[in-house]
């Protein structure tokens, strides 16, 4: 299944599932957990790095889940509770917290500001707020280091980024945008829990820059002083093969758009409006496909003392999604990579 049909898309490889673990720990920037919870306080306990306070509002046997993927400047998570609850929140300083409701039966409230079905809530670290969420309640939550997300606004987005922005508690996205973005991070969860494939660093910051940029895509309002259709043509071009010889440059490892913006000095916005100008196809499927070479090499390549597997090769190329890695490569190679080992050992 492809998680987007145009930019950004999601790839990269996750770790191992952690069922009713502690606090994550973070000595190698990764940790995947699921913990579940039989009452209010110990489900306030189980998200990292929040200050808060559950009160259950309606009566019965609380159960709620936490499933978090913890990387070393953003934490991506899920959260089910079984009953209403009112939540006195704080997420942890230099830090902002974006927290996006999945279809639910009853409604949540930011402040008493409703979160609307097109809506997704933000809060700045060290700022207390309060949630109160319906019974049977489902949220999905972002929380980013608050100096990687203006980093990443100034040198990947190229964005004015503006406080007021953030400070509105309630960003109106659309439904159809919003419902896109649980389905991905859903699936980015999912699949971090199933997969025994541990995370590199390389994936780990492909992870966090492709996750940025879906909420960027959202947060209209942001101002880029980088417009594609201020570039000439010629300067549209010139964009393009720099990047394309950047990448076939360093073909041996996986680039990403982030560090092309970086090293072109463009935002991904205009990246990916030159490279569909002037190639047909967004930068992210041009680099798939070198990647995708990339990975086809090294399974064809003498096996080494330590034997190779699809799942570690792909992931040191920054496949996450192993079925859909298998689909782009029988569209480009008419195999599977399975069938490209093979060869490579008889």
């Keep these: 299944m492809t998680l987007f049909s145009a930019e950004p898309e999601l790839e990269g490889s996750y770790g191992s599932s952690i069922a009713d673990a502690a606090a994550p720990d973070l000595a190698d920037g990764f940790c995947v957990s699921t913990r579940v919870a039989r009452d209010a306080d110990e489900q306030a306990r189980n998200l990292s790095g929040w ?16 499933s978090e993927l913890c990387l070393l400047d953003m934490t991506v998570f899920c959260e089910t509770t079984s009953h209403a609850l009112r939540q006195t929140c704080e997420v942890g300083s230099d830090a902002y917290w974006f927290g996006i409701p999945l279809k639910n039966d009853g409604p949540g409230l930011i402040d008493g500001h409703l979160i609307a079905d097109d809506a997704l809530a933000v809060m700045r670290g060290r700022d207390e707020f309060e949630l109160v969420t319906a019974g049977g309640y489902r949220i999905l939550g972002v929380v980013i280091d608050e ?14 980024f503006s406080d007021e922005v953030l400070r509105r508690q309630i960003l109106h996205v659309g439904a159809a945008r919003k419902a896109h973005l649980c389905e991905a991070l859903s699936i980015l969860l999912q ?58 440059a360093n073909r041996n490892r996986p680039v990403s758009v982030p560090e092309l913006c970086r090293q072109f000095h463009v935002s991904r916005r205009t990246l990916q409006y030159c490279f569909k100008e002037t190639l047909g196809m967004t930068p992210m499927s041009y680099l798939r496909a070198i990647r995708l070479n990339g990975v086809r090499r090294d399974l064809s390549s003498p096996q080494d003392r330590l034997p190779k597997t699809v799942q570690g090769v792909a992931a040191d190329w920054g496949f996450w999604h192993l079925s859909q ?15 490209s080992l093979r060869e490579a050992v008889q």
């Design 51 to 66: 200050r808060q306070t559950y009160d259950q509002l309606t009566p019965g046997a609380f159960s709620g889940s936490v």
């Design 147 to 160: 100096a990687e997300l203006r980093t990443y606004a100034h040198e990947v987005e190229r964005i004015d």
């Design 191 to 248: 699949t971090a829990q199933e997969d025994s494939q541990p995370l590199s660093a390389v994936a780990s910051a492909n992870v966090q820059s492709c996750v940025l940029a879906m909420l960027f895509d959202l947060a209209g309002s942001w101002q880029t002083d980088d417009l594609p259709e201020s570039r000439s043509k010629s300067d549209r071009y010139w964009i393009v093969m720099q990047a394309r010889d950047y990448i076939l």
């Design 325 to 339: 890695f298998a689909t782009d490569y029988r569209k480009l190679f008419g195999k599977l990579p399975s069938e």
